[in-house]
Structures are given as structure tokens and as C-alpha cells.
């Protein structure tokens, strides 16, 4: 059974940082691309950061270009996101996912989900 189980988040003050991290089940780990996605209260889920298999390309949501790094170590299965400079608007529920093949932008292409870890950012 395929998990993607995510960690790291907390509650933070607006400036500071936090890490985030998932670690994946899905076989062979270097075929997938990974993506995170943000869910806030009362919104859909956004695009936050996405990873190609090799780690070679990524790409950022606008809203946090320059603050958030997202990378990949495929000898321990597992996705990161760095986050710095927080926000109070990056309240949110953080998920990772997995999708065979190249990454998107779009949660709909992606096959597998973790349960989300909650980042509170306050002002």
C-alpha cells in the first residue's frame, strides 16, 4: 500500500521557518514526480512547489518564489520544503503527493496523497 506521510509543521511567528518533509512508499521512488499543495479554511487546494524525478527542474507557486525550496534526496524517498520568511498567509494545511511520471502544477494529475501536516503561521 502506497503512504506518503508528511512532517515538520507547527506553528511558527511570521519570519521564521520550518521544514518540511515526506517520506514515500511508491516504488521505484526516482519515477515520480512530487508536488506539495496547500489547502487553507474555506479554500481549494493551491499549488505550492513541484519536484521532477531527477530534482533537476522544480517550480514555485508566485506567492512564494524566493521562500520556499522544495528538494528531493531519492535514496531516502523522500521530499523536502524549506520554508522561510513565513507569512500568516501561509496558514495551511501542507500535502504532499506523488504522480508517475513528469510533475504538474494541477492536484487532480497526481495519484497518491499524504494526510497533510498543519503550518500556523502568526502575526
Known amino acids: 500500500q502506497v503512504q506518503l506521510v508528511e512532517s515538520g509543521g507547527g506553528l511558527v511567528q511570521a519570519g521564521g521557518s520550518l521544514r518540511l518533509s515526506c517520506a514515500a512508499s511508491?516504488?521505484?521512488?526516482?519515477?515520480?514526480?512530487m508536488g506539495w499543495f496547500r489547502q487553507a479554511p474555506g479554500k481549494e487546494r493551491e499549488f505550492v512547489a513541484t519536484?521532477?524525478?531527477?530534482?533537476?527542474?522544480?517550480d514555485y507557486a508566485d506567492s512564494v518564489k524566493g521562500r520556499f525550496t522544495i528538494s528531493r534526496d531519492n535514496a531516502k524517498n523522500t521530499v523536502y520544503l524549506q520554508m522561510n520568511n513565513l507569512k500568516p498567509e501561509d496558514t495551511a494545511v501542507y500535502y504532499c503527493?506523488?504522480?508517475?511520471?513528469?510533475?504538474?502544477?494541477?492536484?487532480?494529475?497526481?495519484?497518491?496523497w499524504g494526510q497533510g501536516t498543519q503550518v500556523t503561521v502568526s502575526s
Open positions: 503527493a506523488a504522480v508517475h511520471g513528469p510533475a504538474f502544477t494541477q492536484p487532480r494529475k497526481y495519484d497518491y
Open positions: 511508491v516504488r521505484p521512488f526516482r519515477e515520480y514526480g
Open positions: 519536484i521532477s524525478w531527477s530534482g533537476g527542474s522544480t
